[in-house]
């Protein structure tokens, strides 16, 4: 399997009074960083900040899982939930996120980092190597003779299976499994 790093996330802050005026003074910033960023950085490209300027706020967002206006502290707290997780696993959460059928934490859009790791399956070719692989690993047809397990109805168990789960497209390629629970 190769891992493919997801682009970092990234937001425009912009002043909003400068907005609210008709003019468009902002810059692109990571997510990460974006509670940190203050008025003077953003109004570096257009003279400096003027009387009213106050408020900063994410205009446009690119690479996040959700895609639109949030308050700066929102997007630094997207940027702080991915880092959570090991690097390869971060598309992952981000493809749990995108699916829309993922645990938020508390009540916002953020998602739960320990619901995540609890219901990520991996990451697999497609549905039926990880549904062949958990029949092999829980011993399914194990106590029963060859030739009735030949017989097995893998087409049907496995479509039964696929209810408690959601699978997700990866970004290099086969798919993110996700237990439903
Ligand atoms: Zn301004």
């Given at each position: 399997?190769?891992t493919?790093?997801?682009?970092?996330?990234q937001?425009?802050?912009?002043?909003l009074?400068?907005?609210?005026?008709?003019?468009?003074?902002?810059?692109?910033?990571?997510?990460?960083?974006?509670?940190?960023v203050t008025?003077?950085?953003?109004?570096?490209?257009?003279?400096?900040?003027?009387g009213?300027?106050?408020?900063?706020?994410?205009?446009?967002?690119?690479?996040?899982?959700?895609?639109?206006e949030?308050?700066?502290?929102?997007?630094?707290?997207?940027?702080?939930?991915?880092?959570?997780?090991d690097?390869?696993?971060?598309?992952?959460?981000?493809?749990w996120?995108?699916?829309?059928?993922y645990?938020?934490d508390?009540t916002g859009?953020?998602?739960?980092v320990?619901?995540f790791?609890e219901?990520?399956?991996?990451?697999?070719?497609?549905?039926d190597?990880?549904?062949?692989?958990l029949?092999?690993?829980?011993?399914l047809?194990?106590d029963?003779?060859e030739?009735?397990?030949?017989?097995?109805?893998?087409?049907?168990?496995?479509?039964?299976?696929?209810?408690?789960?959601?699978?997700?497209?990866?970004?290099d390629?086969?798919?993110?499994?996700?237990?439903s629970?």
């Open positions: 399997m190769t493919t790093s997801e682009p970092v996330m937001v425009w802050i912009g002043c009074h400068c907005y609210n005026s008709g003019q468009l003074v902002g810059e692109w910033f990571n997510a990460i960083d974006a509670d940190e008025l003077a950085d953003v109004h570096r490209g257009s003279g400096g900040s003027r009213g300027c106050e408020e900063l706020w994410c205009l446009d967002v690119d690479d996040m899982p959700v895609h639109r949030m308050s700066p502290a929102e997007a630094a707290a997207w940027g702080r939930v991915v880092e959570e997780v690097e390869h696993l971060r598309p992952a959460l981000l493809a996120v995108r699916s829309g059928d645990v938020a508390g859009d953020l998602p739960s320990p619901d790791e219901r990520f399956a991996g990451h697999w070719d497609d549905f190597e990880y549904a062949h692989q029949a092999e690993d829980s011993g047809l194990r029963v003779a030739e009735v397990a030949r017989y097995f109805d893998w087409e049907a168990w496995t479509r039964d299976l696929a209810f408690d789960y959601s699978v997700e497209a990866a970004v390629g086969g798919v993110y499994i996700f237990r629970l």
